[in-house]
Nanobody, 127 residues
Framework: QVQLVESGGGLVQAGGSLRLSCAASGRTFSSYIIGWFRQAPGKEREFVAAIRWSGGSTTYADSMKGRVTISGDNAKNTVYLQMNSLKPEDTAVYYC????????????????????WGQGTQVTVSS
């Protein structure tokens, strides 16, 4: 079992920054792939970024490249999502998820391949 808890969301003005955290408990991340997704009202959940815990390689959604950075802290068993130059259209609930089986990023953007999800953290960007 893996428990994931997101934090760091909030209200920010357009152009601002936020750093989201995803803390894991129950099992260490080990070789998992940890992904960040977001879901705006009335829209499907969409991929933002992912990190392979072993080795630290990362992948990003094309729409987010250059504005977000995913990173991990082994000692704290926590993955971060740094978001800069935020826009109103970034408003969504942001979720982290753990894929315990995949060893590559081929399926990183697909929600069906993730085994555990956090409860989400709300990010609201005002114009």
């Amino acid at each position: 079992q893996v428990q994931l808890v997101e934090s760091g969301g909030g209200l920010v003005q357009a152009g601002g920054s936020l750093r989201l955290s995803c803390a894991a408990s129950g099992r260490t991340f080990s070789s998992y792939i940890i992904g960040w997704f977001r879901q705006a009202p009335g829209k499907e959940r969409e991929f933002v970024a992912a990190i392979r815990w072993s080795g630290g390689s990362t992948t990003y959604a094309d729409s987010m490249k250059g504005r977000v950075t995913i990173s991990g802290d082994n000692a704290k068993n926590t993955v971060y999502l740094q978001m800069n130059s935020l826009k109103p259209e970034d408003t969504a609930v942001y979720y982290c998820a753990a894929d315990l089986k995949s060893s590559s990023f081929i399926t990183a953007a697909k929600t069906a391949f993730y085994d555990y999800w956090g409860q989400g953290t709300q990010v609201t960007v005002s114009s």
